[in-house]
Protein backbone atom coordinates (compact mmCIF):
# COMPACT_ATOMS: atom_id res chain seq x y z
CA UNK A 1 0.00 0.00 0.00
CA UNK A 2 1.65 3.57 -0.86
CA UNK A 3 2.41 6.40 1.64
CA UNK A 4 1.02 8.56 -1.13
CA UNK A 5 -1.98 8.82 -3.50
CA UNK A 6 -5.30 9.40 -1.76
CA UNK A 7 -5.86 11.59 -4.76
CA UNK A 8 -4.28 9.83 -7.40
CA UNK A 9 -5.11 6.73 -9.09
CA UNK A 10 -2.23 4.28 -8.56
CA UNK A 11 0.35 3.09 -10.57
CA UNK A 12 -0.26 -0.08 -13.07
CA UNK A 13 1.48 -3.52 -12.50
CA UNK A 14 4.61 -2.75 -14.45
CA UNK A 15 4.98 0.93 -13.34
CA UNK A 16 5.36 -0.15 -10.04
CA UNK A 17 7.43 -2.56 -10.58
CA UNK A 18 9.98 -0.01 -11.94
CA UNK A 19 9.40 2.05 -9.46
CA UNK A 20 9.70 0.59 -6.18
CA UNK A 21 13.15 0.16 -4.63
CA UNK A 22 12.30 -2.39 -1.69
CA UNK A 23 14.12 -5.01 -3.36
CA UNK A 24 17.63 -3.06 -2.43
CA UNK A 25 16.69 -0.82 0.56
CA UNK A 26 14.95 -3.78 2.56
CA UNK A 27 18.53 -4.08 3.61
CA UNK A 28 18.04 -0.39 5.50
CA UNK A 29 14.76 -1.95 8.07
CA UNK A 30 17.37 -1.44 11.26
CA UNK A 31 18.57 1.96 10.34
CA UNK A 32 14.82 2.68 9.32
CA UNK A 33 13.42 1.82 12.57
CA UNK A 34 16.28 3.13 14.22
CA UNK A 35 15.48 6.71 12.67
CA UNK A 36 11.62 6.01 13.74
CA UNK A 37 12.18 5.26 17.43
CA UNK A 38 13.95 8.48 17.80
CA UNK A 39 11.97 10.52 15.81
CA UNK A 40 9.11 9.33 17.57
CA UNK A 41 10.55 9.64 21.14
CA UNK A 42 11.67 13.77 20.25
CA UNK A 43 7.60 14.32 19.08
CA UNK A 44 6.34 13.28 22.67
CA UNK A 45 9.48 14.76 24.32
CA UNK A 46 8.65 18.27 22.83
CA UNK A 47 4.15 17.47 22.92
CA UNK A 48 3.81 16.83 19.13
CA UNK A 49 1.80 13.23 20.04
CA UNK A 50 1.18 11.81 23.88
CA UNK A 51 3.39 9.46 25.37
CA UNK A 52 1.54 6.72 25.31
CA UNK A 53 0.91 7.22 21.40
CA UNK A 54 4.35 6.93 21.47
CA UNK A 55 4.89 3.80 23.70
CA UNK A 56 2.73 2.07 22.00
CA UNK A 57 4.57 3.22 18.44
CA UNK A 58 7.97 2.80 19.79
CA UNK A 59 7.34 -1.22 21.16
CA UNK A 60 5.60 -2.28 18.29
CA UNK A 61 8.64 -1.11 15.88
CA UNK A 62 10.98 -2.54 18.41
CA UNK A 63 9.07 -5.64 17.80
CA UNK A 64 9.42 -5.39 14.15
CA UNK A 65 12.40 -5.37 14.34
CA UNK A 66 13.60 -8.33 16.46
CA UNK A 67 10.89 -10.46 13.98
CA UNK A 68 12.73 -9.04 10.70
CA UNK A 69 16.25 -10.18 12.26
CA UNK A 70 14.90 -13.48 13.18
CA UNK A 71 13.59 -14.58 10.18
CA UNK A 72 9.82 -14.27 11.84
CA UNK A 73 8.35 -11.06 9.37
CA UNK A 74 9.08 -11.20 6.44
CA UNK A 75 9.89 -8.12 4.10
CA UNK A 76 6.36 -7.80 1.61
CA UNK A 77 8.98 -7.22 -1.01
CA UNK A 78 5.24 -5.79 -3.01
CA UNK A 79 5.63 -2.76 -0.68
CA UNK A 80 6.79 0.34 -2.56
CA UNK A 81 10.34 0.42 -0.38
CA UNK A 82 11.68 -0.37 3.19
CA UNK A 83 10.14 2.75 4.48
CA UNK A 84 6.41 2.26 3.38
CA UNK A 85 6.47 -1.55 4.58
CA UNK A 86 7.94 -0.51 8.28
CA UNK A 87 4.78 2.39 8.55
CA UNK A 88 2.39 -0.05 7.14
CA UNK A 89 3.29 -2.75 9.47
CA UNK A 90 3.42 -1.03 12.36
CA UNK A 91 -0.62 0.82 11.51
CA UNK A 92 -1.52 -2.76 10.63
CA UNK A 93 -0.52 -3.77 14.45
CA UNK A 94 -1.52 -1.05 16.28
CA UNK A 95 -3.97 0.74 14.21
CA UNK A 96 -4.72 4.51 14.17
CA UNK A 97 -1.88 5.18 16.63
CA UNK A 98 0.46 4.46 13.94
CA UNK A 99 -0.50 6.78 11.51
CA UNK A 100 0.79 9.70 14.04
CA UNK A 101 4.13 8.20 13.54
CA UNK A 102 5.32 10.27 9.86
CA UNK A 103 4.48 13.74 11.82
CA UNK A 104 6.98 16.03 10.86
CA UNK A 105 8.72 14.06 8.94
CA UNK A 106 9.25 13.07 4.76
CA UNK A 107 10.39 9.92 3.32
CA UNK A 108 13.23 12.27 1.89
CA UNK A 109 14.42 13.25 5.03
CA UNK A 110 13.93 9.55 5.99
CA UNK A 111 15.85 7.84 3.35
CA UNK A 112 18.75 10.27 3.64
CA UNK A 113 18.78 9.63 7.44
CA UNK A 114 18.61 5.57 6.77
CA UNK A 115 21.64 6.00 4.33
CA UNK A 116 23.97 8.44 6.09
CA UNK A 117 23.07 5.60 9.30
CA UNK A 118 24.02 2.91 6.80
CA UNK A 119 27.13 4.88 5.40
CA UNK A 120 28.46 4.86 9.18
CA UNK A 121 28.10 1.23 9.78
CA UNK A 122 29.66 0.33 6.74
CA UNK A 123 32.50 2.70 6.93
CA UNK A 124 33.11 1.04 10.40
CA UNK A 125 33.43 -2.16 9.38
CA UNK A 126 35.67 -1.37 6.19
CA UNK A 127 38.04 0.69 8.38
CA UNK A 128 38.26 -2.65 10.63
CA UNK A 129 39.01 -4.86 7.45
CA UNK A 130 41.44 -2.40 6.61
CA UNK A 131 43.10 -1.82 10.74
CA UNK A 132 43.52 -5.77 10.05
CA UNK A 133 44.93 -5.85 6.91
CA UNK A 134 47.79 -3.67 7.83
CA UNK A 135 48.43 -5.06 10.67
CA UNK A 136 48.61 -8.10 8.67
CA UNK A 137 51.14 -5.94 6.40
CA UNK A 138 53.58 -5.49 9.37
CA UNK A 139 53.92 -8.78 10.35
CA UNK A 140 54.98 -9.89 7.19
CA UNK A 141 57.41 -6.86 6.82
CA UNK A 142 58.77 -7.83 10.53
CA UNK A 143 59.57 -11.45 9.19
CA UNK A 144 61.14 -10.08 6.26
CA UNK A 145 63.85 -7.36 6.28
CA UNK A 146 66.29 -9.40 5.10
CA UNK A 147 64.19 -10.89 2.56
CA UNK A 148 66.17 -10.02 -0.17
CA UNK A 149 64.50 -8.71 -3.45
CA UNK A 150 64.99 -7.38 -7.23
CA UNK A 151 62.88 -3.80 -6.83
CA UNK A 152 61.42 -3.57 -9.98
CA UNK A 153 60.86 -0.12 -12.13
CA UNK A 154 58.80 -0.65 -15.33
CA UNK A 155 58.72 -4.22 -14.36
CA UNK A 156 62.71 -4.39 -15.17
CA UNK A 157 65.04 -5.32 -12.07
CA UNK A 158 66.12 -1.59 -11.07
CA UNK A 159 67.83 -1.67 -7.56
CA UNK A 160 67.68 -4.06 -4.10
CA UNK A 161 65.24 -4.30 -1.98
CA UNK A 162 63.31 -6.48 1.03
CA UNK A 163 59.92 -7.95 0.82
CA UNK A 164 59.73 -6.14 4.14
CA UNK A 165 60.39 -2.91 2.37
CA UNK A 166 58.22 -3.84 -0.63
CA UNK A 167 55.21 -5.11 1.34
CA UNK A 168 54.94 -2.10 3.62
CA UNK A 169 54.79 0.22 0.81
CA UNK A 170 51.40 -1.19 0.51
CA UNK A 171 51.09 -0.51 4.61
CA UNK A 172 51.53 3.11 3.71
CA UNK A 173 48.81 2.89 0.52
CA UNK A 174 46.05 1.07 3.38
CA UNK A 175 46.84 3.55 5.54
CA UNK A 176 46.05 6.46 3.21
CA UNK A 177 42.83 4.94 2.47
CA UNK A 178 42.00 4.57 6.20
CA UNK A 179 42.59 8.29 6.65
CA UNK A 180 40.24 8.90 3.94
CA UNK A 181 37.98 7.18 4.67
CA UNK A 182 37.89 8.77 8.62
CA UNK A 183 37.48 12.01 6.83
CA UNK A 184 34.78 11.13 5.22
CA UNK A 185 33.20 9.67 8.33
CA UNK A 186 33.74 12.58 10.31
CA UNK A 187 32.46 14.94 7.21
CA UNK A 188 28.91 12.76 6.99
CA UNK A 189 28.45 12.64 10.34
CA UNK A 190 25.46 14.86 10.49
CA UNK A 191 21.92 14.25 10.62
CA UNK A 192 19.38 14.90 8.06
CA UNK A 193 16.11 14.56 9.65
CA UNK A 194 13.73 16.75 9.97
CA UNK A 195 14.70 18.43 6.68
CA UNK A 196 11.53 16.65 5.72
CA UNK A 197 10.50 17.19 2.06
CA UNK A 198 12.68 20.13 1.40
CA UNK A 199 11.94 23.34 4.02
CA UNK A 200 11.67 21.62 7.38
CA UNK A 201 8.25 21.55 8.99
CA UNK A 202 5.87 24.17 11.25
CA UNK A 203 5.97 21.83 13.99
CA UNK A 204 8.39 22.53 16.56
CA UNK A 205 10.73 19.79 16.25
CA UNK A 206 13.53 19.27 18.08
CA UNK A 207 16.68 18.36 15.57
CA UNK A 208 19.18 18.39 18.28
CA UNK A 209 17.53 15.69 20.09
CA UNK A 210 17.50 13.28 17.50
CA UNK A 211 20.77 14.17 16.68
CA UNK A 212 21.97 13.15 20.10
CA UNK A 213 19.64 10.06 20.21
CA UNK A 214 21.52 8.49 16.58
CA UNK A 215 24.82 9.99 17.87
CA UNK A 216 25.48 12.27 15.33
CA UNK A 217 27.99 14.84 15.73
CA UNK A 218 25.66 17.86 14.61
CA UNK A 219 22.64 17.93 13.06
CA UNK A 220 23.18 19.32 8.39
CA UNK A 221 23.12 22.93 8.19
CA UNK A 222 20.11 23.41 5.48
CA UNK A 223 17.11 21.24 5.17
CA UNK A 224 16.92 21.54 1.14
CA UNK A 225 20.89 20.60 1.06
CA UNK A 226 19.91 17.64 3.86
CA UNK A 227 17.45 16.14 1.55
CA UNK A 228 19.34 16.13 -1.99
CA UNK A 229 23.44 15.64 -0.83
CA UNK A 230 24.71 12.60 -1.75
CA UNK A 231 28.59 13.94 -1.90
CA UNK A 232 29.25 11.63 1.14
CA UNK A 233 27.93 8.32 -1.43
CA UNK A 234 30.17 9.82 -4.19
CA UNK A 235 32.91 10.00 -1.36
CA UNK A 236 32.48 6.70 0.12
CA UNK A 237 32.43 5.21 -3.83
CA UNK A 238 35.28 7.01 -4.27
CA UNK A 239 37.61 5.96 -1.39
CA UNK A 240 36.43 2.26 -2.28
CA UNK A 241 37.80 2.64 -6.00
CA UNK A 242 41.01 3.58 -4.18
CA UNK A 243 41.55 0.60 -2.29
CA UNK A 244 40.33 -1.73 -4.73
CA UNK A 245 42.81 0.15 -7.08
CA UNK A 246 45.45 -0.59 -4.40
CA UNK A 247 44.71 -4.46 -4.11
CA UNK A 248 44.01 -4.64 -7.60
CA UNK A 249 47.48 -3.72 -7.87
CA UNK A 250 48.85 -6.10 -5.31
CA UNK A 251 47.20 -8.48 -6.80
CA UNK A 252 48.68 -8.27 -10.46
CA UNK A 253 52.21 -8.68 -8.54
CA UNK A 254 50.91 -11.35 -6.37
CA UNK A 255 49.80 -13.15 -9.47
CA UNK A 256 52.45 -12.92 -11.54
CA UNK A 257 55.08 -13.28 -8.43
CA UNK A 258 53.58 -16.95 -7.94
CA UNK A 259 54.15 -17.79 -12.00
CA UNK A 260 56.68 -20.41 -12.67
CA UNK A 261 58.92 -17.56 -14.40
CA UNK A 262 58.96 -16.09 -10.80
CA UNK A 263 58.40 -17.91 -8.07
CA UNK A 264 58.89 -15.59 -5.42
CA UNK A 265 55.53 -17.20 -3.71
CA UNK A 266 53.21 -19.67 -3.75
CA UNK A 267 49.10 -18.80 -3.20
CA UNK A 268 47.94 -21.41 -0.15
CA UNK A 269 45.55 -23.86 -1.80
CA UNK A 270 42.76 -22.42 0.88
CA UNK A 271 43.17 -19.31 -1.84
CA UNK A 272 43.84 -21.66 -4.30
CA UNK A 273 41.74 -23.29 -7.54
CA UNK A 274 42.57 -26.07 -10.07
CA UNK A 275 41.54 -26.70 -13.54
CA UNK A 276 38.89 -29.06 -15.02
CA UNK A 277 41.53 -30.45 -17.39
CA UNK A 278 44.35 -29.41 -16.22
CA UNK A 279 45.48 -31.85 -13.58
CA UNK A 280 48.68 -29.77 -12.76
CA UNK A 281 47.08 -26.51 -12.42
CA UNK A 282 46.61 -24.16 -9.62
CA UNK A 283 45.15 -20.62 -10.12
CA UNK A 284 45.18 -17.89 -8.03
CA UNK A 285 41.45 -17.19 -9.10
CA UNK A 286 40.77 -14.76 -5.69
CA UNK A 287 43.48 -12.60 -6.16
CA UNK A 288 42.22 -12.48 -9.86
CA UNK A 289 38.61 -11.82 -8.94
CA UNK A 290 39.84 -8.88 -6.89
CA UNK A 291 41.59 -7.24 -9.45
CA UNK A 292 38.37 -8.24 -11.59
CA UNK A 293 36.46 -6.31 -9.12
CA UNK A 294 37.84 -3.38 -8.99
CA UNK A 295 35.65 -2.21 -12.10
CA UNK A 296 32.57 -2.56 -10.87
CA UNK A 297 33.81 -0.84 -8.14
CA UNK A 298 34.91 2.23 -10.89
CA UNK A 299 31.30 1.57 -12.65
CA UNK A 300 29.25 2.08 -9.45
CA UNK A 301 31.16 5.70 -9.05
CA UNK A 302 30.50 6.57 -12.44
CA UNK A 303 26.59 5.39 -11.80
CA UNK A 304 26.39 7.75 -9.06
CA UNK A 305 28.36 10.65 -10.50
CA UNK A 306 25.83 10.40 -13.79
CA UNK A 307 22.60 9.99 -11.91
CA UNK A 308 23.33 13.58 -9.76
CA UNK A 309 24.91 15.27 -12.62
CA UNK A 310 22.07 17.76 -13.96
CA UNK A 311 19.65 16.81 -10.97
CA UNK A 312 18.06 20.49 -9.53
CA UNK A 313 17.76 20.80 -6.23
CA UNK A 314 16.28 19.44 -4.16
CA UNK A 315 15.02 15.51 -3.46
CA UNK A 316 14.34 14.18 -7.02
CA UNK A 317 13.12 10.14 -7.50
CA UNK A 318 16.61 9.78 -9.25
CA UNK A 319 18.74 9.60 -5.83
CA UNK A 320 16.72 6.09 -5.60
CA UNK A 321 19.29 4.79 -7.95
CA UNK A 322 22.36 5.83 -5.33
CA UNK A 323 22.12 2.53 -3.07
CA UNK A 324 22.67 -0.22 -5.62
CA UNK A 325 25.75 1.65 -6.05
CA UNK A 326 26.91 1.64 -2.52
CA UNK A 327 25.86 -1.02 -1.80
CA UNK A 328 27.58 -3.34 -3.77
CA UNK A 329 30.69 -1.08 -3.77
CA UNK A 330 30.81 -1.92 0.06
CA UNK A 331 30.20 -4.90 -0.31
CA UNK A 332 32.87 -5.84 -2.84
CA UNK A 333 35.24 -3.86 -0.88
CA UNK A 334 34.70 -5.66 2.21
CA UNK A 335 34.61 -9.11 0.78
CA UNK A 336 38.14 -8.19 -0.85
CA UNK A 337 39.40 -6.82 2.32
CA UNK A 338 38.76 -9.79 3.85
CA UNK A 339 40.38 -12.12 1.09
CA UNK A 340 43.38 -10.56 0.70
CA UNK A 341 44.18 -10.46 3.97
CA UNK A 342 43.22 -14.25 4.33
CA UNK A 343 45.94 -14.66 0.81
CA UNK A 344 48.72 -12.53 2.82
CA UNK A 345 48.36 -14.62 6.20
CA UNK A 346 48.84 -17.72 4.55
CA UNK A 347 51.45 -16.61 1.24
CA UNK A 348 54.63 -18.74 1.02
CA UNK A 349 57.36 -16.28 0.19
CA UNK A 350 60.33 -18.20 -1.18
CA UNK A 351 62.97 -15.94 -0.02
CA UNK A 352 66.02 -18.71 -1.48
CA UNK A 353 64.25 -17.65 -5.02
CA UNK A 354 64.24 -14.13 -4.89
CA UNK A 355 67.54 -13.65 -3.25
CA UNK A 356 69.00 -15.55 -6.93
CA UNK A 357 66.62 -13.04 -8.83
CA UNK A 358 68.43 -10.29 -7.29
CA UNK A 359 71.79 -11.16 -8.48
CA UNK A 360 70.29 -10.85 -11.96
CA UNK A 361 69.34 -7.58 -13.72
CA UNK A 362 72.60 -5.82 -12.79
CA UNK A 363 71.01 -4.57 -9.19
CA UNK A 364 74.07 -3.06 -8.35
CA UNK A 365 75.22 -1.23 -11.12
CA UNK A 366 74.16 2.18 -9.41
CA UNK A 367 76.35 1.46 -6.43
CA UNK A 368 79.11 0.88 -8.53
CA UNK A 369 78.33 4.51 -10.22
CA UNK A 370 78.39 5.61 -6.43
CA UNK A 371 81.86 4.09 -5.65
CA UNK A 372 83.31 5.76 -8.38
CA UNK A 373 81.43 9.27 -7.05
CA UNK A 374 83.19 8.25 -3.88
CA UNK A 375 86.21 7.99 -5.78
CA UNK A 376 86.18 11.37 -6.70
CA UNK A 377 84.19 11.03 -10.35
CA UNK A 378 81.24 13.25 -11.20
CA UNK A 379 78.31 11.39 -10.99
CA UNK A 380 77.40 11.86 -15.14
CA UNK A 381 80.63 10.47 -15.78
CA UNK A 382 80.60 7.80 -13.44
CA UNK A 383 77.19 7.01 -14.93
CA UNK A 384 78.47 6.76 -18.29
CA UNK A 385 81.56 4.65 -17.17
CA UNK A 386 79.41 2.17 -15.06
CA UNK A 387 77.09 1.97 -18.49
CA UNK A 388 80.20 0.51 -20.88
CA UNK A 389 80.86 -1.70 -17.95
CA UNK A 390 77.11 -3.41 -17.61
CA UNK A 391 77.54 -3.76 -21.32
CA UNK A 392 80.28 -5.28 -21.53
CA UNK A 393 79.51 -7.74 -18.74
CA UNK A 394 76.58 -8.52 -20.23
CA UNK A 395 77.74 -9.23 -23.46
CA UNK A 396 80.73 -11.48 -21.23
CA UNK A 397 77.72 -13.21 -19.67
CA UNK A 398 79.55 -11.96 -16.34
CA UNK A 399 78.13 -10.00 -13.04
CA UNK A 400 79.72 -7.09 -12.31
CA UNK A 401 81.24 -8.71 -9.08
CA UNK A 402 82.57 -11.28 -10.69
CA UNK A 403 85.03 -8.57 -12.61
CA UNK A 404 88.76 -8.83 -12.32
CA UNK A 405 90.04 -5.93 -10.84
CA UNK A 406 92.80 -5.78 -13.64
CA UNK A 407 89.63 -5.21 -16.30
CA UNK A 408 88.11 -3.24 -14.02
CA UNK A 409 91.07 -0.79 -14.01
CA UNK A 410 91.54 -0.87 -18.22
CA UNK A 411 88.06 1.23 -17.36
CA UNK A 412 89.02 3.61 -14.81
CA UNK A 413 92.22 3.28 -12.64
CA UNK A 414 90.53 4.52 -9.71
CA UNK A 415 88.95 1.09 -9.08
CA UNK A 416 90.06 -0.50 -5.56
CA UNK A 417 89.69 -4.15 -4.20
CA UNK A 418 87.26 -1.91 -2.11
CA UNK A 419 84.66 -2.11 -5.08
CA UNK A 420 83.53 -5.34 -4.18
CA UNK A 421 82.65 -4.70 -1.18
CA UNK A 422 80.80 -1.59 -2.45
CA UNK A 423 78.55 -3.43 -4.58
CA UNK A 424 77.94 -6.47 -2.36
CA UNK A 425 73.90 -7.04 -2.32
CA UNK A 426 73.83 -7.13 1.43
CA UNK A 427 75.93 -3.60 1.65
CA UNK A 428 74.19 -2.14 -1.02
CA UNK A 429 70.80 -3.06 0.73
CA UNK A 430 73.11 -1.60 4.24
CA UNK A 431 74.19 1.27 2.29
CA UNK A 432 70.13 2.45 1.85
CA UNK A 433 69.99 3.37 5.27
CA UNK A 434 67.96 6.34 4.30
CA UNK A 435 64.52 7.59 5.50
CA UNK A 436 61.83 5.54 4.07
CA UNK A 437 64.65 3.22 2.63
CA UNK A 438 65.26 -0.55 2.63
CA UNK A 439 67.97 -0.92 4.81
CA UNK A 440 66.94 -3.10 8.04
CA UNK A 441 67.20 0.28 10.65
CA UNK A 442 64.93 2.42 8.30
CA UNK A 443 62.48 -0.59 7.50
CA UNK A 444 62.18 -0.88 11.52
CA UNK A 445 61.40 3.01 11.24
CA UNK A 446 58.67 2.54 9.02
CA UNK A 447 57.05 -0.45 11.47
CA UNK A 448 57.13 1.14 14.87
CA UNK A 449 55.69 4.78 12.50
CA UNK A 450 53.15 2.36 11.02
CA UNK A 451 52.11 0.94 14.17
CA UNK A 452 52.27 4.15 16.25
CA UNK A 453 49.55 5.50 13.67
CA UNK A 454 47.26 2.70 13.52
CA UNK A 455 47.28 2.41 17.76
CA UNK A 456 46.23 5.96 17.56
CA UNK A 457 43.19 5.21 15.46
CA UNK A 458 39.90 4.19 17.28
N1 LIG B 1 12.64 4.92 -2.20
C1 LIG B 1 12.92 6.31 -2.21
C2 LIG B 1 14.44 6.52 -2.36
O1 LIG B 1 15.15 5.63 -2.11
C3 LIG B 1 12.46 6.93 -0.95
C4 LIG B 1 12.18 8.39 -1.03
C5 LIG B 1 10.95 8.64 -1.72
N2 LIG B 1 10.59 10.00 -1.72
C6 LIG B 1 9.77 10.49 -2.63
N3 LIG B 1 9.51 11.73 -2.56
N4 LIG B 1 9.32 9.75 -3.58
O2 LIG B 1 14.90 7.56 -2.75
Not at 176 to 187: G, Q, S, V
Not at 436 to 445: H, K, L, R, W
Amino acid sequence: MYLWGSHLEGLENFTHEFNKSIEFDKILFEEDIEGSLAHVKMLSEVGIISIEDAEIISRELKNILKEIKAGELEINLEEEDIHSFIENELTSRVGDVGKRLHTGRSRNDQCALDLRLYAKKALNSIKKELLDLIVEVISIAEKNKNTIMPGFTHMQHAQVTTFAHYILSYGQMFYRDLERLIETYNRLDENPLGSCALVTTSFNIDRFMTTKILGFKKPTENSMDSVSDRDYVLEILFNNSVIMTHLSRLCEELIYFSSSEYSYIKFSEKFSTGSSIMPQKKNPDMAELIRGKSGRCYGDLLTLFTVLKGTPQTYNKDFQEDKEALFDSVKTVFNSLKIIKGILNTLYINKEKMRISAELGYLNATDLADYLVLKGLPFREAYSLVGKIVNFSSKENLKLEDISLGKYKTFNEIFEEDLYDYINIENSLKNRNVYGGPAEDAVNIQINNLKNLISKIK
